[in-house]
């Protein structure tokens, strides 16, 4: 039993080494801008590839953060710059935490 745990562990880990690098094989350094303004992200919606980074501008006096639902959450402090590195099942809906009404979509393209 626990050396049939260990092994599903180190396939585990093996596969996520497989994963990081095809990301990075397909990483093009793109960045894609999303800025929050009047507690909302500006734009709502965008279209990534694996790889690229989004990057979140806070220009307010109020921390935001971009939380998905049982997955990634990224903090964006005050006047701060957050960022997160595409991966392939990122095609989500986000939300802030502490502003419910404040809503994204990703789509994870190609
Ligand atoms: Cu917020």
């Known amino acids: 039993m626990t050396a049939l745990l260990l092994n599903r562990r180190q396939l585990l880990a093996a596969g996520a080494a497989t994963l990081a690098a095809t990301q990075l094989a397909r990483a093009h350094n793109g960045t894609v801008h999303v800025v929050i303004e009047k507690l ?7 279209t990534v590839k694996v790889g690229e980074t989004i990057e979140w501008t ?3 006096p109020f921390a ?9 959450e990224v903090m964006i402090p005050p006047g701060k ?10 095609t ?5 935490r502490f ?5 994204g979509k990703i789509t994870v393209s190609g």
Request: hydrophobic residues 40%; charged residues 15%; aromatic residues 12%.
């Open 40 to 46: 909302a992200f500006v734009p709502a919606t965008i």
């Open 64 to 72: 935001h953060t971009a939380t998905v639902k049982g997955g990634w």
């Open 58 to 60: 806070n220009k307010y």
């Open 81 to 90: 710059v957050a960022t997160h590195i595409v991966t392939a099942d990122d």
């Open 92 to 96: 989500v809906d986000y939300y802030c």
């Open 99 to 103: 502003h419910p009404n404040m809503k």
